[in-house]
Nanobody, 120 residues
Framework: VQLQASGGGLVQAGGSLRLSCAASGRTFSNIAVGWFRQAPGKEREFVAAISWNGGITSYADSLKGRFAISRDNAKNTVYLQMNSLKPEDTAVYYC??????????????WGQGTLVTVSS
């Protein structure tokens, strides 16, 4: 599975961005996808994940209510809608995938990352 993350950029605090993760290389419909982020000088952290059909979603506790993950299997794409952005959301955001019928605890495929910068 090849993953291509996009949609990052510079946004002011309080603004919104929608990230996209486009997948190719195999059937997308039985693949769970997660979003992770890594801020400068910090470890990578889990952001959100979605099961193969969108029926199960999972979020980092600190991001619930501001971020929303969704998918369109017809377009082989998973989205991360980020609202009310804060400077501490600044990071490189990565999408990852694993063949799974539920939310996996680890991922086999990783995209290249897209940079999100939130200015104060």
């Amino acid at each position: 599975v090849q993953l291509q993350a996009s949609g990052g950029g510079l946004v002011q605090a309080g603004g919104s961005l929608r990230l996209s993760c486009a997948a190719s290389g195999r059937t997308f419909s039985n693949i769970a996808v997660g979003w992770f982020r890594q801020a400068p000088g910090k470890e990578r952290e889990f952001v959100a994940a979605i099961s193969w059909n969108g029926g199960i979603t999972s979020y980092a506790d600190s991001l619930k209510g501001r971020f929303a993950i969704s998918r369109d299997n017809a377009k082989n794409t998973v989205y991360l809608q980020m609202n009310s952005l804060k400077p501490e959301d600044t990071a490189v955001y990565y999408c990852a995938a694993r063949v799974s019928w539920t939310i996996p605890t680890r991922y086999d495929y990783w995209g290249q990352g897209t940079l999100v910068t939130v200015s104060s």
